[in-house]
């Protein structure tokens, strides 16, 4: 232990550069069987911080999370210049790490080490919940730009479906052909659009707008409007 002339303390080392300058493999803060052991960085005026700079072995900095004597996450750089939250295992695949902020691009990545959006999602379920205690909870899509505000998907079998999960039935289907189905996942051949009722003894159960091929008003072959039930009475 040194204690310079201007009052800084060295442990480890013969030249204390600050307040307490420390030259080892760590520092302990143990309390025992007491709760709440704390670090505490303060400052009366702008300007606390917490410093981990990895000299001369790049891109390994950062803070490891214990727990039950288990290491459980760690937050920081590991091995690469991105910011990471990762398992304690400290692995470099997408199943250790669950969150990446890109240093080059800033993107953030969920489940994914290489984000291609502002906001990239990956995983088994690849679902994003939004849940509102107050009511009302939106999906809301804004363009500053004059560029047009889209809804996009791309799945392997080419369809998209609107599902009410309080009755479990999809609302809206639309086939990869761009066909829409409302109320019922069959479109109808041929019609860009199939509306169907539900399942009630009344007298309209379903609408089918053909596509346009001739002026004759024949069921799936011009400009229509066929409105039936299943037992073919129009």
């Known amino acids: 232990l040194v204690v310079e002339d201007g009052g800084q303390i060295g442990i480890g080392t013969d030249t204390a ?4 300058d420390v030259k080892g493999d760590r520092i302990l803060l143990d309390r ?5 052991a704390v670090i505490e960085v303060k400052t009366s005026t702008a300007g606390a911080y917490f410093f981990a700079n990895s000299h ?14 288990s290491d459980n996450w760690f937050v920081g750089q590991y091995g690469n210049a991105d910011l990471r939250v990762m398992d304690g295992s400290r692995g470099d695949g997408n199943s250790a790490i669950a969150l990446t902020v890109q240093n ?18 990956s995983g088994n379920l690849g679902s994003i919940r939004a849940v509102s205690t107050g009511g ?3 999906l809301y899509l804004y363009s500053a730009s004059s560029n047009l505000t889209r809804l996009r998907w791309k799945s392997a079998a080419g369809s998209f479906a609107i599902r009410d999960d309080s009755n479990s039935s999809d609302r809206v289907n639309i086939t990869s052909d761009g066909n829409v189905g409302i109320g019922t996942a069959t ?3 041929g019609a860009r659009l199939t509306v169907q009722a539900n399942n009630e003894n009344v007298v309209a159960t379903g609408l089918v707008i053909n596509s346009y091929q001739s002026t004759t008003a024949t069921a ?15």
């Open 104 to 121: 080059s691009t800033k993107f953030v990545g969920i489940g994914t080490t290489d984000p291609g959006m502002e906001l990239d999602i």
């Open 136 to 138: 009302g909870a939106n």
């Open 17 to 20: 550069s600050y307040k307490l």
């Open 56 to 69: 001369g072995t790049g891109n390994y900095a950062g803070l490891q999370i214990q727990g039950g004597g």
């Open 32 to 36: 025992g069987g007491s709760n709440d």
């Open 187 to 189: 479109v109808h051949t």
């Open 220 to 234: 799936d072959n011009g400009v229509g409007i066929v409105m039936g039930q299943n037992n073919g009475v129009y």
